[in-house]
C-alpha cells in the first residue's frame, strides 16, 4: 500500500513539474503583454498596467486587421481544401487494392524525409514562371502560398490509418444500396470519420496559421504579409517594444487556442483513431 501511494505521489509530482514546463512560456507570454519593454527585458514576471497602451501602440505601427484577415483566408482555405484531397487519397489508399498503389504510398511515405527547406528554390522557380502566363497564382499571391502546402504525406497517412478501422460492410451496403463511390464517400465515410477530420483540421489550421518561412519566400508585398511575418517584422527594428511584440504574439495565439479548446474532445478521439 506504502509503495503504491509513493509512486502515486511521484506520478503526480513528475506531471506536475512537466505541466509548470509546458505552460510557463504561454503564462510569461501573457504577463510580457501587460508590461513595458524594460520590464519584459529584466524578466519581470508579475502583470503590468500597460496592456491597453500596447494594444494602441501595435495598432498604431502595423495593419494588425489585414494581416490576421491574410491569415485567417489562406489558414481556412488550406484546411478545406487538404481535408478533401487528403482524405480521398488516405481512403483510396486504404480501400482499393493494387500493388502499384503499394508503391505509390512507399514513394510518398519516402517524399516525408525531404526538408521543405530543400524545395523551396524550385518552387519559387516554378511559380516565377507561372506569374508570366497566370498572375493569380504566381508570385506574391495567396494562392502561391497555398497549392504547396494543400495537402501533406503525413496528413494522407493519418488518413489512410484511420481509414484502416472504418467498417468496410458499411461501404459494400451503401454500394448494394445504389450509391456510387462519391456517394458512398461523401454520404457515409465522411460523417462517420467527424473525429478524424477535426483532429486533421486542427493540426492543418495550426501549421498553416503558423507558417512562416515559405510565405516570407513568396509574399513580397507588405498588404499580403501574414500574422508571423508582421510580428517578424515587429521584432527586427532597431529597437523593438517587446511589451508590443507580446501583445502581438497572445493576439496571434488566441484563434488558434480558440479552436483547439473549442475541438478538443474530437482532436483527443480523432488521435486514438475512433471511429463514430
Do not use: C
Not at 513539474?17 to 514576471?45: C, E, H, Y
Not at 451503401?174 to 458512398?184: A, C, K, M, Q
Not at 513568396?218 to 510580428?231: A, K, R, V
Request: net charge positive; glycine share 4%; proline share 5%.
Amino acid at each position: 500500500m506504502k509503495t503504491n501511494k509513493a509512486k502515486l505521489i511521484f506520478n503526480y509530482t513528475v506531471l506536475s513539474v512537466a505541466t509548470i514546463i509546458s505552460i510557463f512560456p504561454f503564462l510569461w507570454m501573457i504577463v510580457s503583454s501587460t508590461n513595458k519593454s524594460v520590464d519584459v527585458t529584466q524578466g519581470r514576471l508579475l502583470p503590468g498596467a500597460h496592456l491597453i497602451e500596447n494594444i494602441k501602440n501595435l495598432l498604431h505601427s502595423v495593419e494588425l486587421v489585414p494581416a490576421l484577415l491574410n491569415s485567417a483566408k489562406i489558414s481556412i482555405l488550406t484546411t478545406i481544401l487538404s481535408l478533401i484531397i487528403a482524405s480521398l487519397a488516405g481512403y483510396g489508399f486504404e480501400i482499393y487494392r493494387s500493388k502499384a498503389k503499394d508503391i505509390v504510398f512507399n514513394i510518398l511515405l519516402l517524399s516525408m524525409m525531404i526538408p521543405f527547406a530543400a524545395l523551396m528554390v524550385p518552387l519559387f522557380k516554378m511559380f516565377g514562371s507561372i506569374s508570366q502566363t497566370f498572375p493569380m497564382i504566381g508570385i506574391d499571391t495567396m494562392a502561391a502560398v497555398i497549392l504547396p502546402t494543400v495537402t501533406t504525406a503525413f496528413l494522407i497517412f493519418f488518413f489512410r490509418q484511420s481509414t484502416k478501422m472504418f467498417p468496410k460492410d458499411i461501404l459494400e451496403a451503401g454500394r448494394i444500396d445504389g450509391l456510387s463511390e462519391l456517394g458512398v464517400f461523401f454520404k457515409i465515410y465522411v460523417p462517420t470519420m467527424k473525429t478524424t477530420y477535426a483532429a486533421a483540421a486542427i493540426i492543418t489550421f495550426m501549421s498553416s496559421w503558423n507558417s512562416y518561412l515559405w510565405p516570407l519566400v513568396i509574399l513580397q508585398s507588405p498588404e499580403n504579409q501574414t500574422i508571423p511575418l508582421l510580428i517578424s517584422n515587429l521584432g527586427s527594428s532597431y529597437s523593438p517594444d517587446y511589451g508590443v511584440i507580446m501583445t502581438a504574439i497572445v493576439i496571434a495565439t488566441l484563434p488558434v487556442a480558440l479552436i483547439f479548446f473549442i475541438m478538443q474532445k474530437h482532436f483527443v478521439a480523432g488521435m486514438m483513431g475512433s471511429v463514430k
